[in-house]
């Protein structure tokens, strides 16, 4: 988790000792933000956490569309693939 209070440094002050920060992402498994003139400009993580970080807004995305699909077959707009096709032969005359 980021800790804005110590977890915040300059970009300068980053290229300046890159290899003691980047140590110090891989032990905490903290992100870095890194500011230019005093606002937030780029944010550093290590691999490994940014890839559980997309794998998180993945599971997410899924569960959004599997309730907004819920959502639907309670409001109505879902219908049973074979009621569907039921209501379309019967709509354009199509004998089975």
């Keep these: 988790m980021l800790d804005l209070a110590k977890d915040v440094e300059s970009l300068t002050n980053f290229k ?5 920060y980047l140590e110090r992402i891989k032990e ?16 550093v993580q290590d691999a490994e956490s940014y890839q559980k970080l997309l794998e998180l807004v993945d599971s997410i995305e899924a569960i959004e569309g599997i309730q907004a699909g819920l959502n639907a077959v309670r409001e109505g707009r879902i219908f049973p693939a074979k009621q569907s ?6 709509k354009h005359g199509i004998s089975s």
């Design 16 to 20: 300046r000792n890159t290899a003691s």
């Design 28 to 43: 905490s498994r903290r992100p870095l933000v890194l500011t230019v003139d005093g606002k937030a400009e780029v944010v």
């Design 85 to 90: 096709l039921k209501e379309l032969k019967q």
